[in-house]
């Protein structure tokens, strides 16, 4: 087989903070100074959302790891995702809860940023087109740290589960504190349940939890996992979780992009990113729709013994 040419990048960073407007002062200091032709970055929807019009007027890739609202790729040809958004995901969960998991009546507590209201509102459209009752639709601010009173609007609906769509660092003390008002339905969430502080906040709390999740598992034995695997924990000494899984398959993306477009310019690269027929990386096996969506299988984990393990 004929070797390939290589391709050297240079990397030029920026740290938004997780803050929309650092995200769009980060971006346009990258376009307008830098003169980059692609950007990895907007992880979250709430960061990526505000500099897509940026992008889409200047004729920049973006390619976002980890943004999942709906509507991000609604009117935009610049646009990239390489996790699955949030229709995706609510579908999968909402077919779930209601064909394997027998569940008719269901709660949702959602964080109240763009991610939360998304994904619960993906959630309660396809559970309630398939049959499913939902019985409280409930909110809290992002980094709240009580959350007694939303516990106990849900609580008198008496759901069989609750739906949790949000982050790690207020689901911890929500499922504790479920816990110790002896509210104890089945809870099921999103990819962000896949973190050791969960474990660490929340015990026992967290036992039982079902959640979906990308395809990366760290022990898998597929070579493109395994090398990756070793090569990071030889790097940074800790094994890498699904983010760093994006952020490599993110760049190798833009390796591919840059090949099958057969060039750097922004639209070689947005019209390569497109012929790509199948990816197959750490993170999974990646294909774009048309609009910049991701092709991507999610997979059912629950927490046991203060284990993330397979849902059977």
Wanted: hydrophobic share 35%; net charge neutral.
């Amino acid at each position: 087989l004929k070797k390939e040419k290589s391709i050297s990048f240079k990397i030029i960073y920026e740290d938004d903070q997780g803050n929309p407007a650092l995200s769009v002062s980060s971006v346009n200091k990258l376009i307008n100074v830098d003169k980059v032709p692609i950007i990895i970055g907007g992880a979250m929807s709430s960061t990526a959302e505000p500099i897509i019009p940026i992008i889409e007027k200047k004729h920049i890739v973006l390619i976002s790891p980890t943004a999942t609202k709906p509507s991000l790729t609604e009117n935009t040809k610049y646009f990239f995702r390489l996790w699955p958004s949030d229709n995706y995901d609510g579908r999968i969960m909402a077919e779930v809860a209601y064909n394997k998991l027998k569940l008719r009546k269901i709660a949702i507590l959602y964080v109240n940023v763009s991610y939360g209201l998304g994904i619960a509102e993906v959630f309660k459209r396809e559970f309630e087109s398939i049959g499913g009752n939902i019985v409280a639709y409930e909110s809290y601010p992002e980094n709240a740290t009580n959350f007694h009173t939303q516990i106990e609007k849900i609580r008198v609906t008496n759901p069989e589960a609750v739906y949790i769509p949000g982050y790690v660092k207020e689901i911890g003390n929500l499922l504790k504190q479920s816990k110790e008002l002896a509210f104890t339905p089945l809870f099921i969430g999103v990819n962000s349940l896949y973190d050791p502080t969960l474990i660490n906040t929340a015990g026992i709390s967290a036992e039982g939890a079902i959640f979906t999740y990308p395809t990366y598992d760290q022990n898998s034995i597929e070579p493109v996992t395994e090398i990756f695997v070793k090569s990071f924990n030889r790097k940074y000494g800790v094994n890498p979780d699904a983010f760093s899984a994006q952020g490599y398959d993110s760049i190798k993306i833009v390796t591919l992009g840059i090949k099958l477009g057969k060039g750097v310019s922004s639209d070689q690269i947005r019209d390569g990113l497109h012929l790509i027929d199948e990816y197959e990386g750490p993170g999974g096996k990646i294909k774009f729709e048309n609009n910049g969506d991701v092709k991507k299988p999610l997979r059912l984990l629950i927490i046991k013994n203060n284990s993330f393990v397979p849902f059977e």
